[in-house]
């Protein structure tokens, strides 16, 4: 009988941890998670694997362990006592916008996070395959379409952290042979991302306003453009990534491209209703630099990982508001419209 394989993922009470968790426990891995001690309980996401019942098997193949990206020691003693076959590190402060208050925290756990980990797996001397999610908050201010050979050109704390992730993996690769891997993703979004990124705060406003709990949604700049895909899909490349032959760097996108405004246009068309009567722009959720145009070239990805996304922007939206509406108390089936409605 086949040894399972043994993944340790930091960050994974976060959206794409828990996905990320759901499909190597689906491929048979046993799944170690690393969690921040904090007075207040954050699982939400990851309850249903926590606390599935002593004879699933998944109860028995996903194990959660105390740890934190600032804490060089702890990082050591972990990888060492779980002795990973790999190690996807999604834990960061991954708000752009609270960056710019918290850079050198962001910094410490983002940038300095990554050399820990990367130290602490060198220094076991196992072959542990690493993923690190780097992010296309790095291209800033570089014109579209971004791929791996795109330069870097950062406009957030946020992102100057990641790029140094980004080079200290390349530089492990290319110094140690480790087998380690960035994914640039661009971004990715579900019913499990945090409340305050524009997504979910549009399909949120919407559920709000359809439940009578307010009348305005306060948005930022509505003309930042985005490539945005599902995170169910986006989990996927990067355990694609680990199994390749060779060590290497992707971006992953859909190579399709929304502004926020088409965003908002979208979110209130499906259920109806007209987003000029609701939204109000406030300078106070502008960024004090602005990243205004994204948008992914996956070629690689499709032609050496064989990935390509499943789920189409105006389905995540759909998926993203009945969950909202209905957390609202809201009916989803009774408000959004269907489809044929949508085409006509």
């Known amino acids: ?88 590190n999604l834990a960061a402060q991954s708000q752009v916008h609270i960056s710019f208050d918290q850079p050198e925290y962001t910094g410490n756990t983002d940038g300095l996070g990554t050399t820990r980990l990367l130290e602490a797996i060198r220094a076991t001397g196992r072959p542990t395959r690493f993923y690190q999610a780097s992010t296309s908050e790095m291209f800033g201010l570089t014109p579209p379409p971004q791929n791996e050979q795109t330069p870097f050109h950062p406009r957030s704390p946020y992102g100057v952290a990641k790029v140094y992730a980004h080079w200290m993996t390349v530089n492990f690769r290319e110094a140690y042979g480790m087998f380690a891997c960035s994914g640039i993703l661009f971004n990715h979004e579900s019913p499990r991302r945090g409340e305050n990124f524009v997504t979910r705060k549009v399909t949120r406003g919407v559920a709000a306003i359809l439940a009578g709990r307010t009348l305005r949604l306060r948005l930022g700049n509505l003309e930042s453009k985005r490539d945005w895909g599902h995170a169910r899909d986006y989990v996927e490349a990067m355990w694609l990534m680990l199994q390749q032959d060779a060590p290497d760097d992707y971006v992953i996108a859909t190579g399709r491209q929304w502004s926020i405004r088409q965003l908002v246009e979208l979110a209130f068309g499906l259920v109806g209703l007209d987003w000029q009567k609701y939204v109000e722009v406030d300078q106070a959720y502008f960024r004090p630099a602005e990243v205004p145009d994204l948008r992914g070239d996956p070629s690689k990805a499709q032609a050496k990982l064989g990935w390509r996304p499943k789920i189409a922007f105006e389905e995540l939206i759909r998926e993203m508001l009945e969950h909202d509406l209905a957390a609202a108390g809201v009916e989803p089936q009774s408000h959004l419209r269907n489809r044929a409605a949508q085409a006509s």
């Open 1 to 88: 009988m086949a040894v399972a394989k043994r993944a340790l993922i930091t960050g994974i009470t976060g959206q794409d941890g828990s996905y990320l968790a759901e499909l190597l426990l689906e491929k048979g891995y046993e799944v170690h998670g690393v969690v921040r001690r904090s007075s207040t309980m954050n699982r939400s996401r990851i309850d249903h694997l926590e606390h599935a019942h002593p004879s699933h098997l998944d109860a028995a193949r996903f194990v959660l362990h105390y740890g934190d990206m600032t804490d060089s020691g702890g990082l050591n003693r972990l990888v060492m006592t779980v002795e990973p076959d790999e190690i996807y």
